[in-house]
């Protein structure tokens, strides 16, 4: 008994794990800017910048600083800074309200039909 307790516990862990993974790729998409400059008078939370010659360059709390976009490299505490004559596209992340409703109902129908099996599942081992 007290196993398939340590088993249902882990069952419920994995699922509410999985379900936080899937929910939080599927609620954001990236909008590209048609030019960065209005768009980043204020700082963005997160920013991809690809440059003229094709590399990627992701920034949080990014903001328009004179001639340039300067912000924070994710996993960093150092500042970058990428001149605006070098950027080619810049996209902002944003919440997709439709991928997040779709998400939401897949995860919870997910959970409706297999939670019942895999407590089930827990309880008889």
Excluded: F
Aim: aromatic fraction near 4%.
């Amino acid at each position: 008994m007290h196993g398939s307790n340590r088993l249902t516990r882990a069952v419920h862990r994995s699922i509410a794990a999985l379900g936080c993974a899937l929910l939080l790729g599927a609620c954001t998409t990236w909008s590209e800017q048609s030019s960065p400059t209005p768009a980043m008078s204020r700082p963005v939370k997160h920013v991809r910048l690809t440059r003229t010659d094709g590399t990627v360059v992701m920034l949080e709390e990014a903001s328009v600083q004179g001639d340039s976009i300067v912000g924070t490299p994710p996993l960093t505490t150092g500042r970058a800074a990428v001149a605006l004559a070098d950027v080619k596209k810049a996209e902002i992340r944003r919440i997709d309200p439709s991928a997040t409703v779709w998400t939401v109902g897949i995860v919870a129908g997910l959970l409706y039909y297999l939670l019942p099996g895999l407590v089930y599942l827990g309880e008889a081992t």
